[in-house]
């Protein structure tokens, strides 16, 4: 009679775990699940407000990874039937200086601000800037918008780098 | 999101491509340790974590992996048919005598590979083997007759 030398005996088996290493398992597990949910992607916050005779849109992101490159839209609306003379936008330095500006348009008028032209009546402009994130942490700081030495807008945007 | 997805399709794509290459390339290593160790990785890694080398993506990779690899390991300590079917089944090359050519083609294992296993254990002659296997690590395990007897039977084997 031929010799099965594979065979092996029933052992009857499940899974056990130390203590230790369950610990390890629900940390490592829970990476690509709360990864799955989006919570270390790039996380969009738009604020949308209308002040006077102006509606401003801000595009930015409240979360995104370092290296990556941040979107940042601020819209500008002329409600009125009046002009509404040039407007400023203006970063806070401390926030602007966790980035690498990469392009804007229009270009920035100086290390933290954009101009944007005279606004017609129902006109409606967008200054653009595209932002490398180099460094990492929770930063914030506050965004204004300006017309003729008048503060039109204000809010703080807050950004967080993961590393 | 999109590294978990990348990383699970390289998990998968590195199963199967390693259970089709066979057990005996990877048991062997030296010739192909370039590919496997060096080259794959290299290849993959841009597969892996894109275009963002940030530790979170990097993190989020290896952890996918990791995750891939313990499920890996539960299914195939619980399950049987699921471990022959990834990790293949140890396969016999020599029976009391006995080539057994087709298994041996099939595995692409040579004689002069297995008579270089027996030397390594100490023996000098496959009359002195019982068993040849090759293992589903891609080993191959030289079993000898009890007492290091020769087969009389087999003598006129190398």
Known sequence: ?163 | METVVRAVIIFIFLTFALRIVGKRVLGEMSGYELILIILIPEILSQGLVGEDFSITNSIIGASTLLTLVMVNSFFSYRFKTYRDVLEGEPVILYNNGKFLTENMDKERVNVDDILNEIREIGFERFSQMKWIILESDGKISCIPFENNIVNPEHSKIV
């Open chain 1, 1 to 163: 009679m031929e010799e099965n030398i594979f065979s092996t005996p029933e052992v009857p088996s499940r899974l056990r775990f130390r203590n230790y290493q369950l610990v390890g398992m629900i940390f490592l597990f829970s990476i690509p699940l709360l990864a799955m949910t989006g919570l270390f992607s790039v996380k969009d916050k738009k604020i949308q407000t209308t002040k006077k005779n102006i509606e401003i849109k801000v595009d930015f992101n409240s979360r995104i990874r370092i290296g990556q490159t941040m979107k940042f839209n601020v819209s500008l609306n002329n409600i009125s039937d009046s002009k509404i003379p040039s407007v400023e936008i203006d970063f806070a330095e401390d926030y602007v200086v966790q980035f690498e500006k990469v392009r804007s348009s229009p270009e920035m008028a100086s290390k933290t601000g954009i101009s944007l032209a005279d606004l017609g009546p129902g006109e409606m402009k967008t200054a653009f800037i595209e932002m490398k994130a180099i460094e990492f942490g929770n930063h914030s700081g506050k965004l204004s918008v300006s017309s003729a030495d008048e503060k039109l807008f204000e809010t703080t945007l807050d950004t967080l780098i993961l590393p």
